[in-house]
């Protein structure tokens, strides 16, 4: 039996885009929960968001948030 495997592909650069996802934290549970959203990590600092709103999976409450209360994670 033979194996047949792809050429090594390049690693990306650090140059490359960052796309981060937003989360916010329930100030109930304290559980990080994905907005749905996503940006690019050197927009970020630049960035104005308006204050929306998220129906919370942890504790089913409807919370508030600013870009102050967002965790970019991957």
């Known amino acids: ?20 996802r937003i989360l916010v934290r329930c100030p109930a549970t304290s559980k990080l929960t994905a907005t749905g ?7 970020w600092p630049e960035t104005k968001l308006e204050a929306s709103k998220l129906t919370c999976p942890h504790c089913q409450q409807v919370h508030s948030w600013t870009k102050k209360d967002v965790v970019l994670a991957r």
């Open 37 to 43: 959203k996503v940006i690019n990590e050197q927009l």
């Open 1 to 20: 039996m033979r194996y047949y495997f792809d050429k090594p592909r390049p690693r990306k650069s650090t140059s490359d885009i960052v796309i981060k």
